[in-house]
């Protein structure tokens, strides 16, 4: 029999980012970002939304709080907006938008809860757009680190947990494509492969930098975190050989290979340098290094993962497509793998040569069908499930010794869902677009429960 208890101190928490909640996009001096340009633009974005109002958490983040509070969360994981803090990517400060973060972690703090604090979930200012074709240059890595600097020197006397950049993969190589539109902003096509890689590169140079300002400026120890998607390859089943073909796949994986690997070892896969040939980016002397820094702590966005076996081929392993009528919750990749949290746990710490480095789940949750009932609740026992089977398997993680730390559900609230606009609702609370009002689901109350027994409920 088990309990599904977690260990004292396991932090429970919950996750947003800043244009999927905050709206007020023209408010306290903040200039658009890229997603404000892209999904002003008509057919980018399912039923021509933005996030130009969106949860108006800007103006509501008391009462946003309020849930925290209510939920019993003492760790909040949200993101803070260039655009808001230097409108233009670079130059001046924008006092105003800074101020808004101070009021909002002031107001956490009152609650005993603690920031933990992304600093580029997405919206890159389309000031360097214009100037420069954002991530397609390398200056964006170093406009990235100022916009850092003026960052943790202001708000680093009350955040101490940083986060430098969520899911590199998304807003570089969905951000740009060859031949067809990109899902995400910018949605610029590109001429080569070579040129997206080099995008994601970019990126990573700017997480390096970023660490390297963070530890600069901060005027107290703090700790630092990378929150990447890895490409969780889970065995068909736990036998010796399915496990070492999972194992193999993870490694060759380019979401892998491209972004975790030179993060966490100083290089690209072997194996994917080899796939990508003449695709692969242009590292200058020095990148790696720079991108290689000393991380406290690895933050792992996990939603999904793939099925894989041994095979009788060159490279040992197959990828198993999933059968038509496979469970999946309400978007086209949300297939329910519930493992997948404990085999990205496992995945990275085995094989990266990171065992001891504490990893954060920092989004794990799921789209559902949410309506209101007659009563005007929400009873979203299918977002239940979904939550109940990922945390047993963090639970199992925990209980095997993997050094996994802490859980954020993606999301505290309904919130824009980028491509999908408002038409997908990831959050555990139900948010009335046309009231604003907040109503909290079924699945809230059960992960309140989990968090005051501190176990599976
Ligand atoms: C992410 C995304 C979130 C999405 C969520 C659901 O970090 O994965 O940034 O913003 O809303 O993943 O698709």
Redesign the pocket.
């Known amino acids: 029999m088990t309990s599904y208890q977690f260990p004292e101190g396991f932090l429970w928490g919950a996750a947003t980012?800043s244009y999927?909640i905050e709206g007020a996009a023209e408010a306290g001096g903040r200039k658009p970002s890229v997603w404000d340009t892209f999904s002003a633009t008509p057919g980018r974005v399912l039923n021509g939304d933005t996030g130009a109002v969106a949860c108006e958490h800007y103006y509501r983040y008391e009462d946003d709080v309020q849930l925290m509070v209510q939920l019993g969360i003492k760790h909040y994981r949200f993101s803070i907006a260039w655009p808001r803090i230097i409108p233009d990517g670079r130059g001046a400060v924008n006092e105003e938008g800074v101020d808004f973060y101070k009021r909002l972690v002031d107001c956490l703090l009152a609650h005993g809860i603690t920031p933990h604090a992304t600093l580029f979930?997405?919206d890159s200012p389309q000031a360097l757009e214009d100037l420069y074709g954002s991530w397609q240059s390398r200056e964006m890595a170093f406009d990235y680190a100022d916009y850092v600097t003026a960052v943790v020197s202001r708000l680093g006397d009350r955040i101490q947990h940083w986060m430098t950049i969520?899911?590199i993969m998304?807003f570089t190589h969905l951000g740009y494509a060859v031949g067809k539109e990109p899902p995400h902003a910018p949605g610029t096509q590109v001429n080569s492969l070579k040129q997206i890689w080099q995008t994601s590169h970019h990126a990573l140079l700017a997480h390096g930098l970023g660490c390297k300002a963070i530890r600069a400026v901060s005027p107290v120890p703090c700790l630092i975190a990378l929150?990447d998607?890895i490409s969780v390859t889970v065995p068909i089943n736990e036998s010796p050989r399915h496990i070492e073909a999972a194992k193999q796949a993870f490694h060759t994986c380019g979401q892998n290979g491209g972004i975790i690997f030179p993060v966490l070892t100083g290089a690209y896969s072997p194996a994917l340098i080899e796939q990508l040939g003449s695709h692969a980016p242009d590292i200058r002397e020095g990148d790696l290094e720079t991108i290689h820094q000393p991380l406290d702590c690895l933050g792992l966005?996990i939603?999904t993962g793939t099925y894989v076996r041994a095979a009788d081929n060159k490279v040992g392993y197959e990828f198993l497509d999933l059968p038509q009528g496979y469970p999946r919750m309400h978007?086209p990749w949300l297939n329910i793998v519930p493992e997948s949290i404990y085999w990205g746990i496992r995945h990275v710490s085995e094989t990266l040569g990171c065992e001891d480095l504490p990893i954060l789940i920092t989004?794990s949750?799921c789209?559902a069908q949410d309506e209101l009932n007659v009563n005007g609740e929400v009873i979203d026992t299918d977002r239940i499930m979904y939550l109940r089977q990922h945390l047993k398997a963090a639970h199992r993680a925990v209980s095997e010794g993997y050094p996994l730390k802490g859980y954020f559900v993606?999301?505290l609230m309904d919130?824009f869902?980028?491509a999908w606009g408002y038409d997908r609702r990831?959050g555990i609370t139900y948010i009335d677009y046309e009231t604003q009002k907040r109503i909290p689901k079924a699945s809230f109350d059960w992960y309140r429960e989990c968090i005051r027994s501190d176990r599976v409920v």
Do not use: D, I
Request: glycine share 4%; hydrophobic share 40%.
């Open positions: 980012a999927q979930h997405w969520n899911e998304c929150v998607n966005n939603y978007m989004e949750g789209a993606w999301s919130n869902e980028w990831f």
